[in-house]
């Protein structure tokens, strides 16, 4: 469901901010006021705005605390991915070994250590899966920190913005520029969180 307010579009999300700021009857064009327009603060180079987009997909992967995250995770896969390699090769080397006795072997003995074989494939594959899965899980749950580690940052944009609302600009139809504020975000995580871990000192506190 679409939403035209001050001449622009909105989705759903758009809906919500026109029930906080709309009154349902035509008002006159203030500039500066109303979901569509926004007006600088003066010095500060920030929209003064009741609404405000961000691309968090951006904020995450550009941001120093979200880079760091990206090259542990690709180190650890990188790691797995070596392992799972070698152990591959081990696992068809044992294979071809175990096919070429087969001939001279007693069928039953050469089932028992068929099936140990089978047995120990696939519980390789399950151990190698669940290293995969841990990655996967760490690398979600180090995205959730910094959701929520970011989010007082972002609670202070707002304040400095007068913005009432922050929407994941994926969520939006169009909207002007001017009131994404992915940039700033950025710069402002960088300064007070930077790579989000301990080992370069003391975080900076929020101004």
């Known amino acids: 469901m679409l939403l035209r307010a001050t001449g622009r579009y909105f989705g759903v999300a758009g809906l919500l901010v026109w029930l906080l700021f709309g009154t349902g009857h035509a008002q006159p064009f203030v500039p500066g006021a109303g979901t569509g327009q926004f007006a600088p603060l003066n010095n500060l180079g920030l929209p003064n ?53 087969r001939a001279t072997m007693e069928a039953d003995a050469f089932r028992a250590l068929a099936t140990a074989f089978d047995q120990k494939v696939q519980e390789t594959r399950r151990t190698q899966e669940a290293k995969f899965l841990e990655i996967t899980t760490a690398r979600d749950d180090a995205r959730r920190a910094f959701r929520e580690t970011s989010i007082p940052i972002l609670e202070q944009i707002m304040s400095e913005t007068g913005a009432a609302v922050i929407l994941e600009q994926s969520t939006v139809l169009l909207s002007a520029e001017a009131i994404d504020v992915t940039d700033l975000a950025i710069s402002r995580v960088d300064a007070i969180l930077g790579e989000g871990n301990d080992s370069d000192g003391q975080e900076a506190d929020l101004p």
């Open 49 to 101: 705005s009741p609404l405000l987009t961000i691309h968090f997909d951006r904020l995450f992967s550009e941001s120093a605390y979200g880079k760091r995250i990206a090259r542990e995770m690709e180190g650890r896969s990188a790691v797995l991915m070596a392992e799972n390699r070698r152990i591959e090769s081990e696992l068809r080397a044992e294979e071809l070994d175990l096919a070429e006795r």
